[in-house]
């Protein structure tokens, strides 16, 4: 079960902010991690006022509805206002709305240039997207190759869901000889790195190597950072081993499942 590239969800702007210049560092984490509803009102307050990366977090505050009524049309115009005003991480988020129809029709050619944009200011995320858009044809003439340099770039940047990707261009040998030694380096960093398909790879390679019982740990990991149909993939595939031990441990997460 190798693990393709995938959208999860458009949730990508996610981090503290670093500098800027109406707020400080403090002032941002102590928003961010107050109450929501406090921290929605504030940054509705800033965004209106034309606060750029106000604009992204209530943006993303109405992807999640957190703190206020989920509303994916009103969050695709916040991001398109802050990616006006020239932030990287907007530009990435507009971008996801139209590859995921988010507020908006589903148009993947539409999301390339906003992802390229991003891609092209560095960040990691925008390089990560832009390179899965390659990978797949999706939106944009497939290449492969452009796609790795991509993911490596980002990788750099410990992106750990680019460095996924490095190592399955080197397991599957896409535009590059197959290497197995290089994917399971590149899927353990993945792993370490918070990756839940990275920890699945990391666990794979594990098992494959005999390594049965420092894989048990990461495929534990992966299925607590999953989605619910992730898990049920890494179930399935549990489930069809010849290894006693990991049938039942599918058993045991289709049980816990049911409860």
């Not at 991480?89 to 539409?110: H, L, S, T």
């Not at 996924?164 to 994917?183: K, S, T, Y």
Request: with cysteine; charged share 20%.
């Amino acid at each position: 079960m190798t693990t393709a590239p995938a959208a999860d969800s458009p949730s990508e702007a996610s981090a503290l902010p670093r500098d800027n210049p109406v707020w400080s560092a403090e002032e941002w984490r102590a928003l961010l991690t107050g109450p929501p509803e406090g921290a929605a009102r504030a940054l509705e307050q800033a965004a209106q006022g034309g606060m750029a990366l106000a604009q992204l977090y209530y943006g993303q505050f109405l992807v999640d509805g957190c703190g206020v009524s989920a509303d994916p049309r009103a969050a695709l115009h916040w991001f398109h206002k802050a990616a006006q005003a020239g932030l990287p991480m907007a530009m990435n988020m507009v971008g996801r709305c139209f590859d995921q129809g988010f507020g908006v029709e589903e148009d993947p050619a539409q999301a390339v240039p906003w992802f390229r944009a991003a891609a092209e200011q560095g960040l990691d995320w925008g390089l990560y997207n832009l390179a899965t858009m390659l990978t797949l044809g999706r939106g944009v003439a497939e290449d492969k190759a452009q796609a790795l340099e991509l993911f490596r770039q980002a990788s750099a940047q410990s992106h750990a869901k680019s460095t996924n990707m490095v190592g399955i261009f080197h397991e599957d040998g896409w535009v590059v000889p197959q290497n197995l030694r290089l994917a399971a380096y590149h899927f353990a960093r993945a792993a370490e790195g918070g990756d839940f398909r990275g920890a699945f790879n990391h666990a794979r390679m594990l098992i494959a190597a005999g390594q049965m019982a420092e894989a048990l740990p990461w495929l534990e990991s992966a299925r607590a950072g999953g989605h619910a149909r992730f898990a049920e993939q890494m179930t399935a595939w549990l489930a069809a081993r010849k290894e006693e031990s990991l049938r039942a441990l599918a058993r045991q997460w289709d049980e816990q499942g049911r409860a």
